[in-house]
């Protein structure tokens, strides 16, 4: 009875281990499912350059072109935005003009312009979902040579916004071009032509009324970046009593459009009643007076409207929630694990005591009519000593088996006692 008592506890004790074997192998799966919803993101590089035409060497008063390239790594990563200045040598060429036909650029935030000190300046965007690729035109600067020399053209205060809603500079390389002037060939004097002259009568020009000339609104406060959903106020100056129209044009198809009437401050403001999606866009206005004429539209100002909080936090959120719903249930599990388990150690450990009284009982009963039934026989020994005298090994018997009787019964007294620890 003892042994089949300790076997049913260490079967129990099995049990145990192999659900906290089980357990081990949760632990392990949330903590892989914790790395792959913390993974990250990368931003990838964009890069500025110029080409010179015709290999960059040019003969004193000959034109020539330099381009001016974006492209960004990989053509993968789309950009919304560019910004810079272009140093060149004044002395060794002049800037004859800028061309913007076939750029990638939709509106310009500062137009392309020359200073005195030969310096361009260009900021301009792309409308969503922005440009990715390699060579993007921006713009060609249209040169005359007019010195021998070599100079350079080179960059400076540049940046490449990618189209992320988050305005982030991906800028990584500008690049340089060398300019070579030599001097030009000698070309043969031309004979010259002796050309009649013909009288000509011009005729009296007939006056014509100038027509009216409507001054163009200006845009004085406009945010360069809002975010969806924010209220966006457009404030500007024109002429006393004008209806000002005021035009936002997105990446789209669709221009929205809202007018005021300016006051007799010369100042108008518009509090834009429709809400703006996540885009750039291009904000212009124009001025129309009592009898229809319309003012030419003041230049693009740039817009750009960043993705709502909610929309750029909605999926950490949603992680956090899962997570939070995982830990959660795991932790129930354990709890309900951990009262299975106690529960179980104090029903078996219940029943254990129970077989090991039952056992006592049993034990100390039958060792009572063991007792009794080797006692019997004593006495019945001691009996027959009146009739003759025990022998030796006869009283020898009789002891032992009285101690053989108490020795065993103590031996399993205490085995029962040391089960029930």
């Known amino acids: 009875m003892p042994f089949l ?14 659900f906290l074997r089980m357990w081990r192998m949760m632990v392990v799966l949330l903590v892989v499912f914790i790395v792959l919803v913390s ?14 035409s015709g290999g960059g060497s040019y ?3 000959q034109t020539f072109t330099v381009p001016v390239y974006v492209s960004t790594a990989g053509g993968s990563t789309a950009m919304n ?7 060149y040598p004044r002395n060794l060429f002049d800037l004859l003009s800028i061309d913007k036909n076939g750029s990638i650029i939709n ?16 900021e301009g965007g792309v ?4 440009y990715a690729g390699s060579q993007g035109r921006i713009v060609s600067l249209i040169f005359k040579a007019k010195a021998v020399g070599t100079g350079s053209l080179t960059f400076g205060n540049a940046s490449v916004l990618a189209n992320d809603g988050q305005g982030t500079n991906i800028l990584s390389t500008t690049g340089t071009a060398v300019v070579t002037i030599r001097k030009a060939a000698a070309t043969p004097t031309p004979t010259p032509i002796v050309v009649p002259v013909v009288p000509v009568v011009i005729p009296t020009p007939v006056p014509v009324p100038a027509p009216e000339v409507v001054n163009p609104p200006h845009v004085d406060t406009l945010p360069a970046t809002i975010t969806e959903g924010d209220e966006l106020i457009i404030r500007g100056t024109a002429d ?14 669709d221009i929205h459009e809202q007018s005021t009437v300016t006051g007799t401050d010369n100042k108008f403001s518009i509090v834009w009643g429709k809400p703006l999606a996540h885009d750039a866009y291009a904000v212009n206005a124009e001025a129309v007076n009592a009898q229809g004429t319309k003012s030419v539209r003041s230049p693009d100002m740039a817009l750009f409207v960043k993705e709502s909080v909610a929309k750029r936090v909605g999926w950490p959120v949603v992680s956090g929630i899962v997570l939070v719903a995982i830990i959660a249930t795991l932790l129930i599990l354990l709890i309900s694990w951990l009262w299975y388990l106690i529960h179980k150690v104090a029903h078996y450990r219940d029943r254990v005591t129970r077989d090991i009284r039952e056992a006592d009982r049993h034990t100390h009963a039958r060792f009572r009519k063991l007792e009794d039934a080797v006692s019997e026989h004593v006495r019945l020994l001691k009996g027959e000593q009146q009739d003759r005298k025990l022998t ?11 101690k053989l009787v108490h020795d065993t019964e103590d031996e399993i007294e205490h085995e029962v006692q040391d089960i029930g620890k």
Request: aromatic share 4%; charged share 20%; glycine share 12%.
């Open 81 to 87: 935005a560019v910004s810079t200045t272009i140093s």
């Open 107 to 122: 509106f310009w935030i500062r137009e392309p312009a020359a200073a005195a000190d030969g310096s361009i300046s260009l």
């Open 59 to 61: 003969s004193v008063g």
């Open 5 to 18: 008592v300790k076997e049913t506890v260490h079967a129990d004790l099995a049990r145990s281990s192999g």
């Open 39 to 52: 993974g990250g993101a990368m931003t990838e590089a964009a890069t500025l350059s110029l080409s010179p």
């Open 240 to 253: 006393v009593g004008l209806k000002v129209t005021v035009f936002i044009r997105g990446s789209g198809a």
């Open 127 to 130: 409308y969503n979902p922005g």
């Open 392 to 402: 030796e090994r006869e009283e020898k018997i009789v002891e032992e088996l009285g």
